[in-house]
């Protein structure tokens, strides 16, 4: 009996040598993205401030208990449509499409 409860101890023990690594926080993974898309430090910035900016907004949408439902879907669509003309303003299209791509596969369910 002892020899089992010592190999299940030692099985359970080795699967978590195996376990991945926790993700990392998104603000770093944004920044990991902009460093390959080569934005400048300036794009950067305004890119930060336009997220913070959208989610602000979305938040406030989202906790706004005087607004139906379909309300609140409008403002979320308007508000993602105002983010992504400033995208437009600030990234080069080739940037454009690694962005697009990277929002793609953060939203992708894990596997």
Same mark, same amino acid.
């Given at each position: ?6 190999? #299940? ?5 080795? /699967?978590?040598? %195996? ?9 770093? !993974? !944004?920044?990991?993205? #902009? ?16 997220? /913070?900016? /959208? /989610? ?13 439902? +379909? ?8 508000? !993602?449509? +105002?983010?992504?003309?400033? +995208? ?5 299209? +080739? ?6 791509? %990277?929002?793609?596969?953060? !939203?992708?369910?894990?596997?």
């Amino acid at each position: 009996m002892k020899k089992v409860a010592l190999l #299940f101890g030692l099985m359970l023990a080795a /699967s978590t040598i %195996f376990a991945q690594d926790k993700p990392k926080s998104m603000k770093l !993974r !944004r920044d990991s993205v #902009f460093t390959v898309m080569k934005l400048s430090d300036e794009n950067k910035q305004k890119m930060h401030d336009a997220i /913070s900016e /959208s /989610s602000k907004a979305q938040k406030a949408i989202k906790e706004d208990a005087t607004l139906t439902d +379909e309300q609140r879907k409008g403002k979320v669509t308007a508000v !993602r449509k +105002e983010m992504a003309a400033k +995208e437009k303003e600030i990234m080069t299209p +080739e940037q454009a499409q690694i962005w697009k791509d %990277f929002n793609i596969s953060i !939203r992708k369910p894990k596997q």
